[in-house]
């Protein structure tokens, strides 16, 4: 398993130093900004009143008590999940699916690994990464941050970071389930990509209309707390995250371990069409001359 974790991680070197360092900067530099944020926010209230008050609704934005630092939480934290999550989908759907469609998995198995722990050291690799790059993100930011102005410490901004990185996983463990269940990546990337923003709106129209409420406690982005974790992280909701998310991972194992392994190519549903839907039969062409 720990041949299968040092290989994967070291595969994805790349990816975790582009979008850690990516994000980092990003968090820098709306850190580095936020005195200026400060200083304007009487001409910031009044230039957002012009806008539709239900565009603030739907992020949870009251201008009335706006904050510079709640202002920094919807421009950055907010997004954050759905950023993060374009890669722990890709991360998710590809850790396995990925080499089965090259035709590379029946290969790889063909080696005296087993398929526990190819899954729990790819799976590892995956947790991992995802741990580095949101530490990333947290450096950028802390880096950058004005702390008189913003009155928040180092430590606590690994509160909104700890609710990031339960989102991520969710998303990255709910895509390797797919990934085992649907018969190619491309639709287990889809079905999730539909999920995260379809979860992102669900949220966000049920501050709208109060009817949404009871769909939106489905939503995972109503768990996610973003950059109020920092004053007051809810441990309860973390919690409620991650254990779907062991259960995903779980669930995708057990698939993992008893689903035929193609050579390559994406599979199919495996049901067979009704006669009068298949495609007809061209008879050879010495058998339509004998006719």
């Known amino acids: ?78 997004l954050m999940p759905a950023i993060l999550g374009v890669f722990a989908v890709g991360a998710g759907t590809a850790m396995l ?5 090259k035709g590379l998995l029946d290969l790889i198995l063909a080696h005296p690994v087993s398929r526990k722990a190819l899954f729990f050291g790819k799976a590892l690799a995956a947790l991992v990464a995802m741990v ?33 990185l339960a989102a991520v996983v969710l998303w990255w463990s709910l895509g390797l389930l797919l990934s085992m269940l649907l018969p190619s990546r491309r639709m287990a990337s889809s079905a999730v990509a539909f999920l995260i923003v379809a979860s992102f709106f669900v949220k ?37 995250l991650v254990v779907p998310a062991a259960a995903f991972v779980l669930l995708a194992w057990w698939r993992f371990e008893r689903r035929d392994i193609r050579v390559a190519g994406e599979g199919g549903w495996g049901m067979a069409l009704p006669a009068r839907m298949r495609p007809a039969r061209r008879r050879p062409a010495e058998a339509r001359h004998a006719v």
């Open 132 to 164: 580095l790059i949101v530490a990333l993100m947290w450096a950028g930011l802390v880096v950058g941050m004005d702390r008189t102005s913003l009155q928040v410490t180092p430590t606590q901004m690994i509160g909104p970071m700890v609710s990031v």
């Open 97 to 101: 699916a990925r080499d089965e469609e």
């Open 204 to 240: 966000g129209m049920a501050e709208l209309a109060p009817d949404l409420k009871g769909i939106a406690k489905l939503s995972p982005f109503t768990y996610y707390q973003g950059g109020q974790a920092a004053f007051s992280l809810n441990v309860g909701w973390i919690v409620g």
């Open 1 to 78: 398993m720990w041949a299968t974790f040092r290989h994967e991680l070291a595969h994805m070197r790349g990816r975790i130093l582009g979008w850690g360092l990516g994000l980092g900067l990003l968090g820098a530099y709306f850190s580095s900004v936020f005195s200026s944020f400060e200083a304007q926010m009487a001409q910031l209230r009044q230039a957002m009143e012009y806008f539709p008050q239900e565009l603030f609704t739907f992020f949870g934005l009251d201008i009335a008590s706006l904050t510079p630092y709640r202002f920094l939480d919807v421009k950055f934290f907010s």
